[in-house]
């Protein structure tokens, strides 16, 4: 499964701070990753340089094996806000779009 990290150029993001990214969405997604080719996520100030409540976004595509792509988002006042959010949503549309062809695991 690839993941691709975009940020805006209003978001200011390092290589380690798009890396953790990475590894946290492949660990969130590990139980699917049989099903994923790609994932791309598209971080965004959608206030650009003014400050306000819920104006980073989050937004991700998830793209599944012989099936159309979903696409979730979430806004925040914080970017980890908003890409939890997004993560959050993206896991239950999965669940509902895969169902029982998802590999389940347990901690």
């Known amino acids: 499964m690839q993941v691709l990290v975009n940020s805006g150029k209003h978001v200011s993001s390092s290589m380690d701070f798009k890396d953790d990214i990475r590894s946290r969405i492949r660990d969130k997604l590990q139980r699917y ?46 970017l980890h806000q908003a890409l939890d959010g997004a993560m959050n949503k993206l896991t239950n549309a999965l669940d509902r779009n895969l169902g029982k062809d998802a590999k389940r695991w347990t901690h």
């Not at 990753?33 to 206030?47: M, V």
């Not at 003014?50 to 914080?78: F, M, N, W, Y």
């Open 33 to 78: 990753e049989d099903h994923l080719t790609r994932i791309e996520i598209h971080l965004s100030d959608e206030n650009a340089l003014k400050s306000g409540p819920q104006d980073k976004r989050c937004k991700i595509e998830a793209r599944i094996k012989g099936r159309d792509p979903l696409t979730v988002s979430h806004d925040a006042s914080e």
